[in-house]
Nanobody, 124 residues
């Protein structure tokens, strides 16, 4: 069983930055792809970014490419999401997800484990 705990959310003005963290309680984190998703009120949960466990290749949603950076520290069992130039449409609950695989997936149904989410609110 994998437990994921997000932190770092909060209120920020448009154009500001936040860094989210996701601590994973898992024995062999290098066997897990880890990703970020977000869900705005009244909308479907959508893919944000994913980091492969080995090689650390990343993939991003087009809406965040160039502004967000996902990275992981396997020694600390932690996934991060550095969010710069935040926009009001980025207001959402951000979730960390994991799957026992070395392949990158970008759809929420592919992920086995989820955190409880952290709220990010971007004011205009």
């Amino acid at each position: 069983q994998v437990q994921l705990l997000e932190s770092g959310g909060g209120l920020v003005q448009a154009g500001g930055s936040l860094r989210l963290s996701c601590a994973a309680s898992v024995r062999n984190v290098t066997s897990y792809a880890m990703a970020w998703f977000r869900q705005a009120p009244g909308k479907e949960r959508e893919f944000v970014a994913v980091v492969r466990p080995i090689g650390l290749n990343t993939r991003y949603a087009g809406s965040v490419e160039g502004r967000f950076t996902a990275f992981r520290d396997n020694a600390k069992n932690t996934l991060y999401l550095q969010m710069n130039s935040l926009k009001p449409e980025g207001t959402a609950v951000y979730y960390c997800a994991a799957r026992h695989t070395t392949i990158i997936y970008t759809t929420k149904d592919e992920y086995e484990f989820w955190g409880q989410g952290t709220q990010v609110t971007v004011s205009s």
